[in-house]
């Protein structure tokens, strides 16, 4: 088993910057391969972005070239640093870890862009 928490959301201005952690309780987090996914108000939950547990990453469309995923293994912690934010970006943001049939997620951090 492993916990997860996210941290770092918050109110930006389009155009700014933020950079959102999630920390993992066990070294466990180590073997699991991470994404993070957002849901806006009256949306579905959507990837944004995944590390796997050997650092490939990948993008949604959306956010290619303004997000970027990273993940430091001896400190069980990923990072999500976001670039030129847009008002779309608006949601909450969940840490998501995944290993064979377990599937662990945070509780999200919300992050708001707006003027």
């Known amino acids: 088993q492993v916990q997860l928490a996210e941290s770092g959301g918050g109110l930006v201005q389009p155009g700014g910057s933020l950079t959102l952690t999630c920390v993992g309780s066990t070294a466990i987090f180590r073997f699991l391969n991470m994404a993070w996914y957002r849901q806006a108000p009256g949306n579905q939950r959507e990837l944004v972005a995944t590390?796997?547990?050997?650092?490939?990453?990948r993008y949604a469309d959306s956010v290619k070239g303004r997000f970027t995923v990273s993940r430091r293994n001896v400190d069980n912690t990923m990072n999500l640093q976001m670039n030129g934010l847009k008002p779309e970006d608006t949601a909450v943001y969940y840490c998501?870890?995944?290993?064979?049939?377990?599937?662990?997620w945070g509780e999200g951090t919300l992050v708001t862009v707006s003027s």
């Open positions: 998501n870890g995944k290993s064979g049939p377990s599937d662990y």
């Open positions: 590390i796997s547990n050997a650092g490939s990453t």
